[in-house]
Structures are given as C-alpha cells and as structure tokens.
C-alpha cells in the first residue's frame, strides 16, 4: 500500500529562501532511499501559509528504514535557527486508499 508523509512548516518569510535551498542541495539524496516513490515541496501562496513537504513511500516500513538511516540525519544536521519557524507545523502520515490521475 502507497504510504505519504506530509510535513507541515512555518516557515517566516525572511527565511523562506534558505528554507528552500536547503532542499534543492539535498534533493536527489532521498531518491536513493529503498522504498522511495517521490517527494513534492509546495510553498504556500501567502506569507501567514505554511510548507508542504510530502513524500510518497512503497510502504510504511520504507518510511520508518529511511527515519534510521544515515542519510536521515545526514538531511537534518544543521538546521535553521529556531527563529526561522513559526508555531504549528508537524508530521502526518496516511495510507493512499484512492489515487486518481494521469500516468
């Protein structure tokens, strides 16, 4: 079963460039992971929106590998200062019971 991660960030507007580079460096790292299917960045449209980072996974158990894994923690060394974010945000996660789309 089809597995997403969303990660809802607020993220303050003076930091939203930086916020989006450090996802350009790294963003053919999470490919390698086994269990991978495809990750999307959505910016919000407004200063007070938050980040959207969904990423697509074979399976639950894929996910949680990657969450161990060295490159895991090789993504999240150095983060932005606390500053950069506003209050809110988190992880959710869901199983895909219904896709719809164009190949």
């Not at 607020?10 to 991978?36: H, I, L, N, S, T």
Request: proline share 6%; no cysteine; hydrophobic share 35%.
């Amino acid at each position: 079963m089809h597995y997403v991660v969303a990660n809802r960030v607020p993220v303050r507007a003076e930091y939203r460039q930086d916020f989006e580079e450090r996802f350009r460096r790294r963003a053919g790292e999470v490919d390698k992971q086994p269990g991978f299917v495809r990750m999307e960045i959505l910016r919000p449209v407004d200063d007070n929106g938050v980040y959207i980072v969904l990423t697509h996974w074979e399976n639950r158990e894929a996910f949680q590998n990657w969450m161990r894994s060295d490159d895991f923690k090789a993504a999240h060394q150095n983060p932005l200062p606390k500053e950069a974010f506003g209050e809110g945000g988190g992880i959710e996660q869901h199983e895909v019971i219904i896709s719809a789309g164009k190949p």
